[in-house]
């Protein structure tokens, strides 16, 4: 008996360990809804990495603080109407666009945004123009 129980403690955690570890799904749309209002700052980590298009396929990164990303993603967002336009790898990287506001083909710019998966928080945003 003292075999068997021994046998079965010893079979468990590889039992355990072997099994497919699920990632919970991330509410982007309900995040996104937030940072379109202006509530940016706290969906974000202590530095984000804030990339940003150039001409000619030229790319600009700098690390700001929450309330400095809070402003500039403020500033691209008054450009016209903002809306959600989708989500990836399980809703850790979304997309808000910014298009005109009388004509919804013309799309000014468009942000993404990259969630950690431990914390919960943005640490990078890219825009494109």
Known sequence: MKNLLFAILLAIPSLVSAQYVNIPRYDSETTANHIMMGHVKSFCSDTVE???????????TSYLSPDAVSKRVW???????SRFTGSTTKGYTFYIAVEDINDDLKLYESLTFHIDQRTQKIYMIEVKL
């Open 50 to 60: 804030f990339v940003v298009e150039k001409k000619n396929n030229r790319w600009v």
């Open 75 to 81: 500033k691209i967002l008054q450009k016209g109407k």
